[in-house]
C-alpha cells in the first residue's frame, strides 16, 4: 500500500470488518465502566481516521467527552477530522472547529476532539501529554507498530489512577486464506514471511511488537500497574455471503493481498514466478467471490492501579 491516500482508502475499508470484529463482550464492559465518568478525557494513540472514536461516540456512552487523537500522519488526521465531524452530524450534533479541533453539541451533551500530529516516543510530546490528566487511553490496530513494553509503560504513566486502557485488533499470529490453495506448502511459506516480516520490523534499535503482539501485550500491562479487566478474540472474517462482498470488503482483500505480495518481493527465499501466480490467482478468487479471510487478534481492558 503506497502513498496516503492507498492507506486511507485501506483504513476506511476495513472499518466495518474491524467493527464487526471487536471483542463486544468487553467494548460493553468498556461503556458501562465509563459511563459512570462524568466527563471523561481520552487519549487515542494511533487515532489514523479516528475509527476508535467513532466507535465510542456512536455508542453514545458517554455523555461529555473529550478526545485527544493522536497519529504520526497528517493526511489520516484530516480524514478523521472529516469523518467524526460527519458522524456528528449525522447524530444531530451542531459542529464547529478548525482543521484540529471538533465541538460538537446537542442538548445537554457535547463532544471535544483534539486531534495531534506526532510520534508518542518524542520525550517532548510525552511530557506535553503528562500535562494532561487521562481518564483513559485507547490504542486500534496500533501495538504492533511500536514497541510494546516502553509504550506500556507511556500509558501506565499518563493515565490517571483508576483509568482504563483499551487496546483493539492486536494481531496474534494466524492469517488464513480459503480454501486452500493449490500450492498450499507455497502458500504457508507465504504466509510465514509475512507474519516474520512483521517480527523483523525496528523502530531504530527497537522491534516493533510483531505477529504476537496479542500475547505479548497482555504479558506486558500485566507486568505493569495495571488489572486487566477483559481479554478475548476480535478475529477478522470475511466470507462472500450470497456470492458477493461488501465494496469495504472487496477493497479491504485487495489491499491485504496486495501487502502480502509486496511483502514476498522483499524476501529473496520467495520464488518470484510462485509469487506472481499465487498473487494472481488470489486476485481473481476475490474478483470471482470466493475468497474468505480470517485472522486472530486480541483484544484487552485493563485498570491502572
Same mark, same amino acid.
Given at each position: 500500500?503506497?502513498?496516503? #491516500?492507498?492507506?486511507?482508502?485501506?483504513?476506511?475499508?476495513?472499518?466495518?470488518?474491524?467493527?464487526?470484529?471487536?471483542?463486544?463482550?468487553?467494548? !460493553?464492559?468498556?461503556?458501562?465502566?465509563?459511563?459512570?465518568?462524568?466527563?471523561?478525557?481520552?487519549?487515542?494513540?494511533?487515532?489514523?481516521?479516528?475509527?476508535?472514536?467513532?466507535?465510542?461516540?456512536? #455508542?453514545?456512552?458517554?455523555?461529555?467527552?473529550?478526545?485527544?487523537?493522536?497519529?504520526?500522519?497528517?493526511? +489520516?488526521?484530516?480524514?478523521?477530522?472529516?469523518?467524526?465531524?460527519?458522524?456528528?452530524?449525522?447524530?444531530?450534533?451542531?459542529?464547529?472547529?478548525?482543521?484540529?479541533?471538533?465541538?460538537? !453539541?446537542?442538548?445537554?451533551?457535547?463532544?471535544?476532539? $483534539?486531534?495531534?500530529?506526532?510520534?508518542?516516543?518524542?520525550?517532548?510530546?510525552?511530557?506535553?501529554?503528562?500535562?494532561?490528566?487521562?481518564?483513559?487511553?485507547?490504542? $486500534?490496530?496500533?501495538?504492533?507498530?511500536?514497541?510494546?513494553?516502553?509504550?506500556?509503560?507511556?500509558?501506565?504513566?499518563?493515565?490517571?489512577?483508576?483509568?482504563?486502557?483499551? /487496546?483493539?485488533?492486536?494481531? $496474534?499470529?494466524?492469517?488464513?486464506?480459503?480454501?486452500?490453495?493449490?500450492?498450499?506448502?507455497?502458500?504457508?511459506?507465504?504466509?510465514?514471511?509475512?507474519?516474520?516480516?512483521?517480527?523483523?520490523?525496528?523502530?531504530?534499535?527497537?522491534?516493533?511488537?510483531?505477529?504476537?503482539?496479542?500475547?505479548? +501485550?497482555?504479558?506486558?500491562?500485566?507486568? @505493569?500497574?495495571?488489572?486487566?479487566?477483559?481479554?478475548? /478474540?476480535?478475529?477478522?472474517?470475511?466470507?462472500?455471503?450470497?456470492?458477493?462482498?461488501?465494496?469495504?470488503?472487496?477493497?479491504?482483500?485487495? #489491499?491485504?493481498?496486495?501487502?502480502?505480495?509486496?511483502?514476498? +518481493?522483499? $524476501?529473496?527465499?520467495?520464488? #518470484?514466478?510462485?509469487?506472481?501466480?499465487?498473487?494472481?490467482?488470489?486476485?481473481?478468487?476475490?474478483?470471482?467471490?470466493?475468497?474468505?479471510?480470517?485472522? @486472530?487478534?486480541?483484544?484487552?481492558?485493563?485498570?491502572?492501579?
Amino acid at each position: 500500500m503506497k502513498g496516503d #491516500s492507498s492507506i486511507r482508502d485501506y483504513l476506511e475499508a476495513r472499518v466495518s470488518t474491524d467493527s464487526e470484529g471487536i471483542n463486544h463482550r468487553i467494548f !460493553a464492559q468498556l461503556s458501562s465502566y465509563v459511563r459512570k465518568i462524568e466527563r471523561p478525557v481520552i487519549l487515542d494513540l494511533g487515532a489514523g481516521t479516528g475509527a476508535m472514536i467513532r466507535r465510542i461516540v456512536s #455508542s453514545a456512552a458517554l455523555a461529555n467527552p473529550v478526545f485527544y487523537g493522536l497519529d504520526a500522519n497528517r493526511d +489520516l488526521l484530516e480524514e478523521a477530522r472529516r469523518q467524526i465531524a460527519l458522524l456528528l452530524e449525522e447524530m444531530g450534533f451542531s459542529v464547529k472547529g478548525g482543521d484540529q479541533l471538533i465541538l460538537a !453539541a446537542k442538548d445537554k451533551r457535547s463532544v471535544e476532539v $483534539h486531534l495531534m500530529a506526532g510520534d508518542l516516543l518524542d520525550e517532548k510530546l510525552q511530557a506535553s501529554l503528562e500535562k494532561l490528566s487521562f481518564a483513559g487511553v485507547t490504542t $486500534h490496530a496500533f501495538m504492533d507498530l511500536v514497541p510494546i513494553d516502553s509504550t506500556v509503560a507511556i500509558v501506565a504513566r499518563l493515565l490517571e489512577k483508576g483509568g482504563f486502557f483499551y /487496546s483493539t485488533i492486536n494481531y $496474534h499470529g494466524t492469517t488464513e486464506l480459503l480454501p486452500l490453495f493449490e500450492d498450499r506448502s507455497f502458500e504457508e511459506g507465504l504466509l510465514s514471511t509475512y507474519n516474520r516480516s512483521m517480527d523483523e520490523r525496528r523502530l531504530g534499535s527497537r522491534p516493533e511488537g510483531g505477529s504476537r503482539t496479542g500475547a505479548l +501485550l497482555y504479558g506486558a500491562v500485566a507486568g @505493569h500497574d495495571f488489572k486487566i479487566t477483559g481479554f478475548g /478474540s476480535s478475529d477478522w472474517s470475511i466470507f462472500p455471503w450470497n456470492e458477493s462482498y461488501t465494496p469495504a470488503e472487496e477493497t479491504f482483500l485487495n #489491499s491485504l493481498l496486495l501487502t502480502i505480495y509486496e511483502e514476498g +518481493l522483499r $524476501h529473496p527465499n520467495i520464488d #518470484s514466478y510462485a509469487l506472481a501466480a499465487w498473487y494472481a490467482a488470489r486476485s481473481d478468487s476475490v474478483e470471482r467471490k470466493g475468497l474468505s479471510l480470517l485472522t @486472530h487478534h486480541t483484544d484487552l481492558l485493563a485498570v491502572k492501579r
